[in-house]
T-cell receptor, first 112, second 114 residues
Framework: DADVTQTPRNRITKTGKRIMLECSQTKGHDRMYWYRQDPGLGLRLIYYSFDVKDINKGEISDGYSVSRQAQAKFSLSLESAIPNQTALYFC???????????FGDGTRLSIL | DQQVKQNSPSLSVQEGRISILNCDYTNSMFDYFLWYKKYPAEGPTFLISISSIKDKNEDGRFTVFLNKSAKHLSLHIVPSQPGDSAVYFCAASQLTYNNNDMRFGAGTRLTVKP
Protein backbone atom coordinates (compact mmCIF):
# COMPACT_ATOMS: atom_id res chain seq x y z
CA ASP A 1 0.00 0.00 0.00
CA ALA A 2 1.16 3.52 -0.78
CA ASP A 3 2.38 5.65 2.14
CA VAL A 4 0.66 8.75 0.74
CA THR A 5 -2.66 8.11 -0.97
CA GLN A 6 -4.54 10.65 -3.07
CA THR A 7 -8.14 10.32 -4.18
CA PRO A 8 -9.43 10.59 -6.79
CA ARG A 9 -6.59 9.92 -9.22
CA ASN A 10 -8.45 11.60 -12.06
CA ARG A 11 -11.37 14.00 -12.11
CA ILE A 12 -13.15 15.89 -14.85
CA THR A 13 -15.63 18.53 -13.80
CA LYS A 14 -17.30 21.72 -14.92
CA THR A 15 -16.62 25.36 -14.17
CA GLY A 16 -18.28 26.52 -10.95
CA LYS A 17 -18.42 23.11 -9.28
CA ARG A 18 -17.04 22.47 -5.82
CA ILE A 19 -14.26 19.91 -5.80
CA MET A 20 -12.48 18.18 -2.96
CA LEU A 21 -9.22 16.31 -3.32
CA GLU A 22 -8.24 14.05 -0.47
CA CYS A 23 -4.93 12.92 0.88
CA SER A 24 -4.18 10.37 3.56
CA GLN A 25 -0.85 9.12 4.84
CA THR A 26 0.40 6.20 6.88
CA LYS A 27 3.90 7.58 7.46
CA GLY A 28 3.02 9.24 10.77
CA HIS A 29 4.39 12.58 9.58
CA ASP A 30 3.15 15.81 11.11
CA ARG A 31 3.76 17.97 8.05
CA MET A 32 1.55 17.81 4.99
CA TYR A 33 1.51 19.84 1.77
CA TRP A 34 -0.51 20.44 -1.36
CA TYR A 35 1.20 21.33 -4.65
CA ARG A 36 0.06 21.82 -8.19
CA GLN A 37 2.15 21.03 -11.24
CA ASP A 38 1.76 22.90 -14.51
CA PRO A 39 3.81 22.36 -17.66
CA GLY A 40 6.90 24.57 -17.63
CA LEU A 41 6.33 25.72 -14.04
CA GLY A 42 7.28 22.78 -11.90
CA LEU A 43 5.54 22.24 -8.58
CA ARG A 44 4.10 25.21 -6.72
CA LEU A 45 3.02 25.10 -3.10
CA ILE A 46 -0.68 25.80 -2.44
CA TYR A 47 -1.02 25.16 1.31
CA TYR A 48 0.89 23.41 4.05
CA SER A 49 0.19 22.24 7.57
CA PHE A 50 2.65 21.47 10.35
CA ASP A 51 0.02 19.85 12.57
CA VAL A 52 -3.75 19.56 12.92
CA LYS A 53 -4.12 23.09 14.29
CA ASP A 54 -1.66 24.73 11.92
CA ILE A 55 -2.56 25.76 8.36
CA ASN A 56 -0.43 28.06 6.21
CA LYS A 57 -0.79 29.57 2.79
CA GLY A 58 1.77 28.75 0.19
CA GLU A 59 2.83 30.47 -2.99
CA ILE A 60 -0.53 30.16 -4.80
CA SER A 61 -3.38 29.77 -2.29
CA ASP A 62 -6.01 31.99 -3.96
CA GLY A 63 -9.04 29.98 -5.03
CA TYR A 64 -8.19 27.06 -2.75
CA SER A 65 -8.92 26.06 0.83
CA VAL A 66 -7.72 23.15 2.94
CA SER A 67 -8.78 21.14 5.95
CA ARG A 68 -6.55 19.08 8.22
CA GLN A 69 -9.05 16.61 9.66
CA ALA A 70 -6.46 14.51 11.48
CA GLN A 71 -2.72 14.00 11.50
CA ALA A 72 -3.14 11.57 8.63
CA LYS A 73 -5.63 13.48 6.48
CA PHE A 74 -5.30 16.72 4.56
CA SER A 75 -7.90 17.72 1.96
CA LEU A 76 -7.82 20.44 -0.67
CA SER A 77 -10.99 22.17 -1.86
CA LEU A 78 -11.79 24.27 -4.86
CA GLU A 79 -14.97 26.10 -3.87
CA SER A 80 -15.86 27.18 -7.40
CA ALA A 81 -13.59 25.55 -9.95
CA ILE A 82 -12.31 27.52 -12.93
CA PRO A 83 -10.52 26.23 -16.05
CA ASN A 84 -7.09 27.63 -15.09
CA GLN A 85 -7.14 25.32 -12.07
CA THR A 86 -6.73 22.43 -14.48
CA ALA A 87 -3.48 20.83 -13.35
CA LEU A 88 -1.83 17.86 -11.71
CA TYR A 89 -2.14 18.09 -7.92
CA PHE A 90 0.23 16.43 -5.47
CA CYS A 91 0.00 15.86 -1.76
CA UNK A 92 3.24 15.42 0.21
CA UNK A 93 4.34 14.76 3.76
CA UNK A 94 7.51 15.26 5.74
CA UNK A 95 8.74 14.43 9.19
CA UNK A 96 10.39 17.66 10.30
CA UNK A 97 12.28 20.66 9.01
CA UNK A 98 14.93 19.72 6.51
CA UNK A 99 13.61 16.28 5.71
CA UNK A 100 12.70 15.39 2.12
CA UNK A 101 9.04 15.30 1.28
CA UNK A 102 7.19 12.13 0.31
CA PHE A 103 4.67 12.55 -2.47
CA GLY A 104 1.47 10.82 -3.44
CA ASP A 105 0.92 9.76 -7.04
CA GLY A 106 -1.11 12.83 -7.89
CA THR A 107 -4.64 13.79 -8.94
CA ARG A 108 -5.15 14.89 -12.51
CA LEU A 109 -7.91 17.51 -12.45
CA SER A 110 -9.55 18.87 -15.58
CA ILE A 111 -12.05 21.71 -15.39
CA LEU A 112 -14.12 22.30 -18.49
CA ASP B 1 8.91 34.73 -10.11
CA GLN B 2 10.72 31.47 -10.55
CA GLN B 3 13.41 31.33 -7.92
CA VAL B 4 14.61 27.92 -9.10
CA LYS B 5 15.25 27.40 -12.78
CA GLN B 6 16.03 24.35 -14.84
CA ASN B 7 16.76 25.79 -18.25
CA SER B 8 16.96 22.50 -20.13
CA PRO B 9 13.53 20.93 -20.56
CA SER B 10 15.07 17.73 -21.89
CA LEU B 11 18.32 15.81 -22.10
CA SER B 12 19.19 12.67 -24.03
CA VAL B 13 22.27 10.55 -23.31
CA GLN B 14 23.60 7.14 -24.25
CA GLU B 15 23.54 4.32 -21.76
CA GLY B 16 26.81 4.17 -19.82
CA ARG B 17 27.66 7.83 -20.36
CA ILE B 18 27.38 10.66 -17.87
CA SER B 19 24.16 12.65 -17.46
CA ILE B 20 24.51 16.20 -16.14
CA LEU B 21 21.37 18.04 -15.09
CA ASN B 22 21.66 21.69 -14.17
CA CYS B 23 19.76 24.00 -11.85
CA ASP B 24 20.10 27.70 -11.03
CA TYR B 25 18.55 29.65 -8.19
CA THR B 26 18.17 33.32 -7.46
CA ASN B 27 17.46 33.46 -3.71
CA SER B 28 20.76 33.59 -1.80
CA MET B 29 18.90 32.62 1.39
CA PHE B 30 18.34 29.06 0.13
CA ASP B 31 20.51 26.71 2.13
CA TYR B 32 19.15 23.26 1.37
CA PHE B 33 18.83 21.72 -2.06
CA LEU B 34 17.25 18.51 -3.26
CA TRP B 35 16.77 16.51 -6.41
CA TYR B 36 13.61 14.51 -7.03
CA LYS B 37 12.93 11.98 -9.75
CA LYS B 38 9.51 11.46 -11.28
CA TYR B 39 8.22 8.63 -13.43
CA PRO B 40 4.97 8.98 -15.40
CA ALA B 41 1.78 8.54 -13.35
CA GLU B 42 3.77 8.58 -10.11
CA GLY B 43 4.68 11.26 -7.60
CA PRO B 44 8.19 12.69 -7.32
CA THR B 45 10.57 10.63 -5.20
CA PHE B 46 13.52 12.02 -3.31
CA LEU B 47 16.88 11.26 -4.86
CA ILE B 48 19.65 13.23 -3.16
CA SER B 49 20.17 16.44 -1.22
CA ILE B 50 22.90 18.86 -0.24
CA SER B 51 23.15 21.59 2.35
CA SER B 52 24.92 24.86 1.72
CA ILE B 53 27.79 23.95 4.03
CA LYS B 54 28.91 21.36 1.47
CA ASP B 55 29.85 21.61 -2.18
CA LYS B 56 29.43 17.94 -3.04
CA ASN B 57 27.32 15.01 -1.96
CA GLU B 58 27.55 11.54 -3.43
CA ASP B 59 25.23 8.54 -3.28
CA GLY B 60 26.18 5.67 -5.52
CA ARG B 61 25.86 6.72 -9.13
CA PHE B 62 24.42 10.10 -8.18
CA THR B 63 26.46 13.15 -7.20
CA VAL B 64 25.18 16.63 -6.55
CA PHE B 65 27.51 19.62 -6.81
CA LEU B 66 26.75 23.03 -5.34
CA ASN B 67 28.41 26.27 -6.39
CA LYS B 68 27.07 28.89 -4.00
CA SER B 69 28.84 31.83 -5.57
CA ALA B 70 27.25 31.04 -8.93
CA LYS B 71 23.95 29.97 -7.32
CA HIS B 72 24.15 26.81 -9.35
CA LEU B 73 23.81 23.13 -8.66
CA SER B 74 24.11 20.09 -10.84
CA LEU B 75 23.25 16.42 -10.65
CA HIS B 76 25.66 13.95 -12.21
CA ILE B 77 24.58 10.40 -12.98
CA VAL B 78 27.41 8.03 -13.83
CA PRO B 79 26.97 5.64 -15.53
CA SER B 80 23.52 6.44 -16.89
CA GLN B 81 21.08 3.55 -17.21
CA PRO B 82 17.81 3.26 -19.17
CA GLY B 83 15.93 3.05 -15.85
CA ASP B 84 17.16 6.56 -15.06
CA SER B 85 14.85 7.92 -17.78
CA ALA B 86 12.49 10.21 -15.89
CA VAL B 87 11.78 13.86 -15.12
CA TYR B 88 14.19 15.34 -12.60
CA PHE B 89 13.17 18.26 -10.40
CA CYS B 90 15.56 20.50 -8.53
CA ALA B 91 14.22 22.04 -5.30
CA ALA B 92 15.50 24.58 -2.78
CA SER B 93 14.46 25.80 0.65
CA GLN B 94 15.64 27.69 3.72
CA LEU B 95 16.33 25.38 6.63
CA THR B 96 16.90 28.36 8.85
CA TYR B 97 13.35 29.61 8.30
CA ASN B 98 10.76 27.17 9.52
CA ASN B 99 8.15 27.52 6.84
CA ASN B 100 9.14 24.62 4.61
CA ASP B 101 8.47 26.82 1.61
CA MET B 102 10.26 24.64 -0.89
CA ARG B 103 10.62 25.98 -4.43
CA PHE B 104 10.85 23.63 -7.39
CA GLY B 105 12.27 24.02 -10.85
CA ALA B 106 10.21 23.15 -13.91
CA GLY B 107 11.98 19.82 -14.38
CA THR B 108 14.28 18.23 -16.95
CA ARG B 109 13.20 15.12 -18.83
CA LEU B 110 16.13 12.73 -19.07
CA THR B 111 16.11 9.99 -21.70
CA VAL B 112 18.82 7.34 -21.50
CA LYS B 113 19.09 5.41 -24.75
CA PRO B 114 20.22 1.77 -24.74
Amino acid sequence: DADVTQTPRNRITKTGKRIMLECSQTKGHDRMYWYRQDPGLGLRLIYYSFDVKDINKGEISDGYSVSRQAQAKFSLSLESAIPNQTALYFCATSDYQGQPQHFGDGTRLSIL
Amino acid sequence: DQQVKQNSPSLSVQEGRISILNCDYTNSMFDYFLWYKKYPAEGPTFLISISSIKDKNEDGRFTVFLNKSAKHLSLHIVPSQPGDSAVYFCAASQLTYNNNDMRFGAGTRLTVKP
